[in-house]
């Protein structure tokens, strides 16, 4: 299967867009599918003994794909010997053999695992001084034009609208050269180099003109960060401060998008303004709720004429105005709940949770040793305080998220104690006195490990649960001293399956965020689904309810929660006390995001937001609220 092009905005769903886009489920299952065109296309080129001209990028996004080419080289024969590639851009200066450089990755995840000619690599060289990069860039254009232009065009977007390094600002008629470094695109970048201030100020890139020539476009784009500048690169007019947008004037561009990505395209967010709907519950809450924000109004305010006017008449052949808003009220008045564990002896038929059994065994799934109190802190401490048995399990130690600084600080402390401590670890002080980066130093990453675990244990006690409740599971898939991690094995989710087996909650929480930059969440939510595949037809899970929290990165849109639990102004400070605990992860945060409020005032800010959207939606008044949304299994 291939992607077939067609002209954007030609059915009426997708009338206000510019550029052709295709939305997936899954990111690995659109990588395959592009992968694949990249082979027809390959194959196509070897039958008529042509070469074949590939446009490359790096980052994130397009990983899958060449993991998909690697599979099909080594288990279908794809052969490369008739292609000649040619990357999008590097960093400068840079050393072709820095971790971090474009060359590096690139060899990584492609060009060492398939039968590609190393004359036919073409990466900018970001090693050349700079009185010969314009000279270099016109050669690297000549060569591209030489050869016929480029066949076929890999492209990621970055936060600003970039493809390539082409920044705010980039010129239509733009070609390859050397360009200065938006603040946005280097703080995306922080995780690779260890901090802002280590990643490149300036970079190579080709220009919008020598993209806008290739033959064939692909964009990949996967994730909510990724979701708003997507809306505004097809749907809004085209902006030199947003590079993307350039492609709406490419006859041959697609845009490959997962669903996070994509929530934000009218089609998506709100589908009654482009045709008739399949009126769910889900999406009738999402167009209320969308109605009073959009005319400022609460729920039970809304008149005839709102949702005449407003695109949602289509709602009133069914129910009145009068009914539809006394319905969506009820079902999100519905999940508010001080009682996350079920309240017992009380009628549970509109309560978010059972009323039995009274006393649950409860089991918190937390990505890194800090995300249960940042994301659930409030209802953590609720569900222990109504005698819940509460366990917490942390799937990853964290420990490279730990500065060096940090572990240093506790290295001199103990080395104190003794003259044998002091001489122990007099090398190991000298090395991480000297290093700013992770070290792929077993001591070092051992000693991070330990720091995190005796901070989420100081967290836990305040909380309220013993020691022996919090488990450390260690999942190998992050555990290998680098921001690189390896794909899940079969371990991991024997490890995960095991702790499952071994309490036998009745409620378990997850971690539903998937926006995290590290992309760890993801992963360790991606194994717990793998392990309620295998272990769901066990007894005590079908009387297991699974709910997905949020709140590091972003919260459940109003009319995808399923329990709201409120919070009074001193379970808020309590829950902050809590996150006060994680000390090496306060302050200066080594994977922030793109969010500079530290993780204490973010959530907050979230819980707080919530409570004032359904203030604002005719709820009752709180100070603020976490949400879940219950995952059927």
């Not at 960093?91 to 492609?110: G, R």
């Not at 007019?237 to 561009?253: G, R």
Request: charged share 25%.
């Amino acid at each position: 299967m291939i992607i077939n092009y067609k002209s954007p905005g030609t059915l009426e769903e997708t009338r206000f867009e510019k550029i052709h886009s295709v939305i997936f489920d899954e990111s690995k299952e659109a990588s395959k599918i592009v992968a694949n065109e990249i082979s027809v296309l390959i194959r196509k080129k070897q039958k008529e003994n042509k070469h074949c001209v590939l446009g490359l990028a790096t980052g994130s996004s397009p990983i899958s794909v060449y993991d998909e080419l690697v599979r099909m080289h080594k288990e279908e024969g794809l052969s490369f010997s008739n292609v000649i590639t040619f990357n999008l851009d590097e960093y400068f200066p840079m050393s072709k053999n820095h971790l971090q450089s474009y060359h590096h990755f690139m060899h990584v995840h492609l060009f060492n695992d398939i039968d590609i000619k190393p004359e036919n690599i073409n990466i900018p060289d970001g090693d050349i001084s700079i009185d010969k990069v314009n000279k270099y860039c016109d050669l690297y254009e000549k060569k591209i034009k030489q050869l016929g232009g480029i066949d076929f065009q890999l492209l990621g977007i970055g936060r600003t609208g970039h493809i390539g390094f082409n920044e705010p600002g980039s010129n239509y008629n733009s070609l390859t050269r050397l360009v200065h470094l938006n603040y946005i695109t280097r703080n995306d970048a922080r995780k690779s180099f260890y901090g802002t201030e280590n990643v490149p100020t300036t970079a190579i890139t080709m220009g919008v003109n020598t993209i806008r020539n290739s033959k064939r476009i692909v964009l990949l784009a996967w994730g909510q960060n990724k979701s708003v500048v997507i809306k505004k690169s097809i749907e809004d007019e085209i902006d030199s401060n947003l590079s993307a947008s350039f492609l709406q004037k490419h006859k041959n561009v697609t845009f490959v998008l997962d669903k996070t990505s994509a929530s934000e395209l009218t089609r998506i967010k709100t589908p009654w303004k482009v045709g008739s709907c399949n009126w769910t519950m889900e999406l009738k809450a999402k167009a209320v709720v969308w109605l009073c924000q959009k005319t400022k109004k609460s729920l039970l305010n809304l008149t005839e004429s709102d949702y005449n006017e407003n695109n949602l008449s289509e709602l009133l052949m069914y129910q009145s105005p009068y009914d539809i808003n006394l319905e969506i009220f009820n079902k999100i008045s519905r999940t508010i709940t001080g009682w996350p564990g079920g309240k017992p002896g009380a009628d549970d038929t509109y309560r978010p949770e059972r009323a039995l059994p009274s006393k649950k065994r409860v089991l918190i799934f937390s990505p890194h040793p800090d995300d249960d109190v940042i994301s659930m802190g409030g209802t953590f401490a609720r569900l222990v305080s109504q005698g819940h048995e509460v366990h917490v399990a942390y799937q990853t130690s964290g420990n490279i998220a730990v500065n060096n600084s940090d572990v240093l600080k506790y290295i001199e402390v103990y080395s104190e104690t003794s003259p044998k401590a002091k001489k122990k670890l007099k090398d190991l002080i000298n090395l991480l006195k000297n290093n700013n980066e992770i070290l792929e130093n077993t001591e070092v990453r051992k000693m991070a490990s330990i720091i995190r675990e005796k901070e989420s244990l100081a967290a836990t006690r305040f909380v309220g649960i013993p020691d022996f409740n919090v488990h450390f599971l260690k999942l190998p898939f992050y555990e290998t001293g680098t921001v690189k991690k390896s794909s899940p094995k079969q371990l991991d989710k024997k490890i995960m399956s095991d702790i499952i087996l071994k309490i036998k909650p009745h409620q378990i929480y997850a971690a539903g965020d998937l926006a995290d930059p590290h992309g760890t969440h993801k992963v360790c939510l991606d194994i717990f689904f793998d392990v309620l595949k295998t272990i769901k037809q066990k007894s005590f899970m079908k009387n297991c309810w699974v709910w997905l929290y949020r709140g590091a990165w972003h919260e459940w849109e109003v009319h995808e929660i399923d329990m709201s639990v409120p919070m009074s102004p001193n379970q808020v400070l309590k829950k902050r006390k809590a996150i006060f605990y994680h000390q090496t992860q306060k302050d200066n945060v080594m994977f922030q995001g793109d969010d500079n409020r530290e993780f204490w005032v973010r959530t907050e800010d979230r819980n707080r937001f919530i409570a004032k959207t359904f203030r604002d939606l005719g709820m009752s008044d709180f100070s603020a609220i976490e949400t879940f949304k219950r995952y059927h299994f």
